[in-house]
Nanobody, 124 residues
Framework: QVQLVESGGGSVQAGGSLTLSCTASGFSITNYCVGWFRQAPGKEREAVAA???????RYAESGQGRFSISKDNQKETLYLQMNDLNTDDSAMYYC??????????????????WGQGIQVTVSS
Protein backbone atom coordinates (compact mmCIF):
# COMPACT_ATOMS: atom_id res chain seq x y z
CA GLN A 1 0.00 0.00 0.00
CA VAL A 2 1.38 3.36 -1.06
CA GLN A 3 1.26 5.80 1.83
CA LEU A 4 2.95 8.59 3.74
CA VAL A 5 2.73 8.79 7.52
CA GLU A 6 3.62 11.93 9.45
CA SER A 7 4.91 12.04 13.00
CA GLY A 8 6.49 14.51 15.41
CA GLY A 9 3.70 17.02 15.71
CA GLY A 10 2.36 18.39 18.95
CA SER A 11 2.27 21.52 21.07
CA VAL A 12 5.10 23.96 21.55
CA GLN A 13 5.50 27.46 22.93
CA ALA A 14 6.22 30.40 20.68
CA GLY A 15 9.90 30.63 19.90
CA GLY A 16 10.35 26.89 20.19
CA SER A 17 11.29 24.26 17.64
CA LEU A 18 9.72 21.13 16.28
CA THR A 19 10.76 18.52 13.74
CA LEU A 20 8.18 16.70 11.66
CA SER A 21 8.92 13.38 10.01
CA CYS A 22 7.15 11.66 7.15
CA THR A 23 7.87 8.04 6.29
CA ALA A 24 6.96 6.51 2.96
CA SER A 25 5.89 2.94 2.41
CA GLY A 26 4.90 1.07 -0.73
CA PHE A 27 7.12 3.27 -2.88
CA SER A 28 10.53 4.96 -2.81
CA ILE A 29 10.84 8.73 -2.40
CA THR A 30 14.31 8.71 -3.96
CA ASN A 31 13.16 9.93 -7.37
CA TYR A 32 10.13 11.88 -6.21
CA CYS A 33 9.81 15.55 -5.47
CA VAL A 34 8.46 15.94 -1.93
CA GLY A 35 6.95 18.74 0.04
CA TRP A 36 5.27 19.96 3.20
CA PHE A 37 1.98 21.83 3.25
CA ARG A 38 -0.23 23.13 6.02
CA GLN A 39 -3.82 24.13 6.57
CA ALA A 40 -5.20 26.18 9.41
CA PRO A 41 -8.92 26.20 10.29
CA GLY A 42 -10.87 28.34 7.85
CA LYS A 43 -7.90 28.81 5.56
CA GLU A 44 -6.74 27.19 2.33
CA ARG A 45 -3.96 24.65 2.22
CA GLU A 46 -0.65 26.41 1.64
CA ALA A 47 2.82 25.27 0.74
CA VAL A 48 5.56 25.35 3.35
CA ALA A 49 8.61 23.82 1.70
CA ALA A 50 9.59 21.57 -1.18
CA UNK A 51 12.54 19.35 -2.03
CA UNK A 52 13.14 18.21 -5.57
CA UNK A 53 14.63 14.95 -6.74
CA UNK A 54 17.43 17.21 -7.94
CA UNK A 55 18.16 18.04 -4.27
CA UNK A 56 17.17 21.67 -4.64
CA UNK A 57 14.83 23.25 -2.10
CA ARG A 58 12.17 25.96 -2.18
CA TYR A 59 10.44 27.64 0.71
CA ALA A 60 7.29 29.63 1.03
CA GLU A 61 7.83 33.11 2.36
CA SER A 62 6.26 32.16 5.68
CA GLY A 63 8.97 29.65 6.47
CA GLN A 64 11.95 31.23 4.77
CA GLY A 65 14.89 31.31 7.15
CA ARG A 66 13.05 29.39 9.88
CA PHE A 67 12.15 26.05 8.29
CA SER A 68 14.39 23.45 6.71
CA ILE A 69 13.30 20.52 4.56
CA SER A 70 15.43 17.42 4.10
CA LYS A 71 15.12 13.73 3.42
CA ASP A 72 16.91 10.48 4.10
CA ASN A 73 16.47 8.23 1.08
CA GLN A 74 17.74 5.17 2.92
CA LYS A 75 15.12 5.64 5.62
CA GLU A 76 12.48 6.71 3.07
CA THR A 77 11.78 9.62 5.37
CA LEU A 78 11.17 13.30 4.80
CA TYR A 79 11.77 15.90 7.50
CA LEU A 80 10.71 19.45 8.28
CA GLN A 81 12.76 21.23 10.90
CA MET A 82 10.85 24.23 12.21
CA ASN A 83 12.52 26.88 14.35
CA ASP A 84 11.35 30.09 15.99
CA LEU A 85 7.74 29.00 15.75
CA ASN A 86 4.93 31.50 16.24
CA THR A 87 1.19 31.20 16.69
CA ASP A 88 0.62 31.72 12.95
CA ASP A 89 2.40 28.40 12.36
CA SER A 90 -0.39 26.50 14.13
CA ALA A 91 -2.02 24.23 11.55
CA MET A 92 -2.43 20.69 10.30
CA TYR A 93 0.76 19.79 8.45
CA TYR A 94 0.80 17.41 5.51
CA CYS A 95 3.65 15.78 3.64
CA UNK A 96 3.29 14.94 -0.03
CA UNK A 97 5.16 13.26 -2.87
CA UNK A 98 4.97 13.64 -6.61
CA UNK A 99 6.41 11.41 -9.32
CA UNK A 100 6.10 13.84 -12.22
CA UNK A 101 8.27 16.60 -10.88
CA UNK A 102 12.04 16.71 -10.63
CA UNK A 103 12.58 20.19 -9.26
CA UNK A 104 11.11 21.50 -5.97
CA UNK A 105 7.51 22.54 -6.50
CA UNK A 106 5.20 24.50 -4.21
CA UNK A 107 2.03 23.82 -6.22
CA UNK A 108 -0.18 21.19 -4.54
CA UNK A 109 -1.44 19.94 -7.92
CA UNK A 110 1.84 18.20 -8.78
CA UNK A 111 1.65 15.98 -5.69
CA UNK A 112 -0.28 12.74 -5.97
CA UNK A 113 0.49 11.03 -2.65
CA TRP A 114 -0.50 12.75 0.60
CA GLY A 115 -0.12 11.93 4.26
CA GLN A 116 -3.06 12.05 6.63
CA GLY A 117 -1.80 15.16 8.37
CA ILE A 118 -0.48 15.96 11.81
CA GLN A 119 -1.35 18.82 14.13
CA VAL A 120 1.10 21.49 15.20
CA THR A 121 -0.07 23.94 17.84
CA VAL A 122 2.01 26.92 18.90
CA SER A 123 0.97 28.75 22.04
CA SER A 124 1.95 32.27 23.06
Amino acid sequence: QVQLVESGGGSVQAGGSLTLSCTASGFSITNYCVGWFRQAPGKEREAVAALGADARTRYAESGQGRFSISKDNQKETLYLQMNDLNTDDSAMYYCAAGSRCFSPRLEPRVYTIWGQGIQVTVSS
